[in-house]
């Protein structure tokens, strides 16, 4: 059986590839912030599906010392880790660079980029000793180059892990590691994240505009999850680009907007 770790999967995206892997027998380690989240977890994954298997482990992405205990835990309930996913992410408040103060600053670049970074690092020793693995790290909002008004700093962050992603790719290609590295496009998913600041610590209103972009170009994170378990799970291809949310899918989306009847926020 195979074993895929992931960071940040207490809900969301995180939660929603967990259960896709178990679905297909692979023994799974969810790990987040908060134990009684992770248990809650764990108990639905296991409630609903009946193949593979799940254990938990705390692990604060921004810890050095969670991380190497993230992977001797998953070491020592399974072996070898095939699969590591750098998925612990947060939103930034609304707000322009300016008037973001440095706790704000540092919340999202040390989750969303040095926890994946110092994670890529960790990992990537465990996995080369191996001489196999492979390590996907989540795009988002700014990994084009797009730019949008109060999500400045989360941009700087996702541009930088792609750029992250790619030169890992690289360096693992041209050393033969035997390890690889991928990208994972989400595209818009409509989760806690969309409505929440600093993991749940201050609420982002999302205007009309935005909400009409998201009914068009959004979807429920088990939809993504489901799109993009499969393809890592057939993967072989180092330095690939696993994309959910393609210019194509959303051309047609926002061709076909007005026959779309989803409203993600009727309530
Ligand atoms: N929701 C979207 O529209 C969207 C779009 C593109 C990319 N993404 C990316 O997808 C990933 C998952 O997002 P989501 O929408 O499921 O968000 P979410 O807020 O639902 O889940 C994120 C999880 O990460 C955890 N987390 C936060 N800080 C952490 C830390 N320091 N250590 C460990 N875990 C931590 C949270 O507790 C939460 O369980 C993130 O990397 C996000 O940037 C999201």
Redesign the pocket.
Known sequence: MKTVVI??????????MAKVFKQNNFNVII????LE?LKKAKENLDSLIQTGNVELCV?????TS?IKALIDFAKEKFNEIDIWI??????QPEKAIWDLTEDEIN?VI???LK?TIMASNLIMQEMIKNKKGAIYN????GSNDAMMLGLSI?GT??RAITYFTEALAKESEERKTGVIVGK???????????T?AL??KQKINLSEKTKKV?NIL?DY?DVVANYLVKEMITNTKNNAKIEWLTNKKAAWRFMTAAFNKRDFFKD
């Open positions: 960071t940040g999967s207490a809900r969301g995206l995180g939660y929603e790990s987040d912030l908060n989240n692990c604060d992405v921004t810890n969670d750098n998925n612990a992410g947060v939103n919340t040390n989750v969303d926890g989540i795009e988002g909002y989360y962050s996702k994972l496009s989400p595209g818009i998913m409509i989760t806690d994240f969309i929440n993991g749940n998201y959004g994170p």
